[in-house]
């Protein structure tokens, strides 16, 4: 890096720091958003299937 002109330095150090905002935000917003999208969704539909088909188990 002590080759390096100032201007490639100052852009590595903002390509780094939007990288880290980028993965907080996946980490922390998006990935938690689409768990609980996904497990809620899942369960809505073995709801509906239950409304429809019936409880599971042997019929009565």
Same mark, same amino acid.
């Given at each position: 890096? $002590?080759?390096?002109?100032?201007?490639?330095?100052?852009? $590595?150090?903002?390509?780094?720091?939007?990288? @880290?905002?980028?993965? %907080?935000? @996946?980490?922390?917003?998006?990935? /938690? %958003? @689409?768990?609980? $999208?996904?497990? *809620? *969704?899942?369960?809505?539909?073995?709801?509906?299937?239950?409304?429809?088909?019936? /409880? /599971?188990?042997?019929?009565?």
């Amino acid at each position: 890096m $002590a080759d390096e002109p100032a201007g490639n330095v100052q852009t $590595a150090r903002a390509g780094r720091r939007h990288e @880290l905002i980028v993965f %907080f935000f @996946l980490a922390a917003v998006i990935w /938690p %958003f @689409l768990s609980v $999208a996904f497990v *809620g *969704g899942y369960g809505f539909l073995i709801w509906m299937w239950q409304i429809v088909f019936g /409880p /599971p188990g042997p019929p009565v």
